[in-house]
């Protein structure tokens, strides 16, 4: 069965610092596709990235980078000189293919609080 | 507009009422879904719809019910809730080409059972 684990519940840390958050996947799938959201407090889950298994480089876009290594099962996502906006809950995703359609398999999810 | 709109955005019912919750998506999108996020587990994938056809039903309780009149709208019927349904229901739409589409999710309703 798919399975992603995000083992931090919370994060905390001061405007400008560097920020990392883990996600650990599981998948039988050779081909797969993974995810991150961004779950502000008004409710809605923001696409941020889609990751396919068989591209394992880096993509950097803007203040975000993410991490894909497919020999530890991990897609972790760096957030560069946080700001008090990215304060949210973040969100990994493993992408299932279910009959007509896509499921996403989410984690726990991560709070991340940037204060000021 | 939005891409996808959900209404409405809090809800609070009694357990013997009955309410609809509606989404619709402007996104010219194939698939519709319907997720919930409890406090107390990941969310969790409750119903896909594909042209109007209800592909996945993740073993949700029957007091659930959902409704694709057409690719554009989506909705879930309410009846005789329990206090444990409370959560925030979402909504999403994709566009169905393989495992790699992204889903975009409307703000969901924040429903209360009391």
């Known amino acids: 069965a798919q399975k992603v684990t995000q083992a931090q519940t919370e994060i905390s840390v001061v405007e400008k610092e560097d920020v990392t958050l883990d996600c650990v996947y599981e998948?039988?799938?050779?081909?797969?596709?993974l995810f991150w959201y961004k779950q502000p407090p008004s409710g809605e889950l923001v696409f941020l990235i889609r990751?396919?298994?068989?591209?394992?480089q880096n993509e950097i876009s803007g203040r975000y980078s993410w991490n894909f290594q497919k020999s530890t099962s991990s897609f972790n996502f760096t957030i560069t000189a946080s700001q008090v906006v990215d304060s949210a809950v973040y969100f990994c995703a493993l992408s299932e293919v279910v009959r007509y359609g896509n499921k996403l398999v989410f984690g726990a999810g991560t709070i991340l609080r940037v204060k000021s | 507009e939005t891409g996808v709109t959900q209404t409405p955005r809090h809800l609070v019912m009694g357990m013997t009422n009955k309410k609809s919750l509606k989404c619709e998506q402007h996104?010219?999108?194939?698939?519709m879904y319907w997720y919930k996020q409890s406090a107390k587990k990941p969310l969790e994938l409750m119903f896909v719809y594909n042209f109007k056809e209800q592909t996945e039903n993740n073993s949700v309780p029957s007091r659930f019910s959902p409704e694709c009149p057409n690719s554009s709208h989506l909705f879930l019927h309410l009846h005789t809730l329990q206090p444990e349904d409370s959560a925030l229901y979402l909504c999403?739409?994709?566009?169905?080409?393989?495992?790699?589409?992204?889903?975009?999710f409307g703000q969901g309703t924040r429903l209360t059972v009391v």
């Open positions: 996104l010219g999108h194939n698939a």
């Open positions: 990751r396919n298994s068989f591209d394992e």
């Open positions: 998948t039988r799938d050779t081909t797969y596709y």
């Open positions: 999403a739409s994709s566009q169905i080409q393989g495992a790699g589409t992204e889903a975009f």
